[in-house]
């Protein structure tokens, strides 16, 4: 049987914040959960249905080149259906502007919760991915505790293939510098 492979466009933290993101999950590491170890990031679409990977790498190219690159705080941890621990910036105009934006192409063929037109999408850095949901809300409180703030800049587009639980870089498109 084959692995569905799925097209997503994410966009990627700065150096500093996604090095502040992988320590932190290693010192929660202690326990028997698992800890996101894809790059830190946010996810802008996940594609569920079939679109063409050249399309879509000139549209998300296009997208970039007419984005700056813009700050984003990290102020709480959450809980996200499929028992994630979430870390979720405060409410970022440029990050709404940037999802808006890519989803004017290809919104239909997202799943459900990435759709702009659904508007359900929660823009989120996962941390970690407990076994069972009682398992995840009383990790959200030890989290908590130690959870600083973090101020992070979005700096690139990043289109992937998800497959086995794993991100796979195809490309990647900076934003613009201010």
Not at 14 to 25: C, P, Y
Not at 89 to 103: G, I, N, Q, R, T
Request: proline share 4%.
């Amino acid at each position: 049987m084959e692995i569905q492979k799925l097209h997503s466009v994410i966009a990627m933290l700065d150096e500093k914040s996604t090095h502040i993101f992988i320590n932190l999950r290693r010192e929660l590491s202690t326990t028997d959960e698992h800890y996101d170890n894809t790059l830190p990031h946010i996810t802008i679409s996940m594609y569920e249905k079939y679109i063409d990977l050249n399309e879509l790498i000139q549209w998300t190219k296009q997208i970039a080149e007419n984005h700056f690159k813009f700050q984003v705080i990290y102020k709480i941890v959450g809980y996200f259906p499929h028992n994630c621990i979430m870390a979720v910036p405060a409410f970022s105009p440029k990050l709404y502007e940037l999802y808006k934006d890519h989803h004017q192409k290809y919104d239909e063929c997202c799943r459900p919760y990435n759709m702009f037109k659904n508007g359900e999408w929660l823009p989120h850095t996962g941390i970690m991915y407990a076994n069972k949901k009682e398992d995840a809300i009383e990790n959200i409180g030890k989290i908590a505790e130690i959870f600083p703030w973090i101020e992070a800049e979005i700096v690139s587009l990043r289109i992937s293939e998800f497959a086995n639980n794993t991100f796979n870089k195809i490309i990647e498109f900076e934003l613009k510098n201010l």
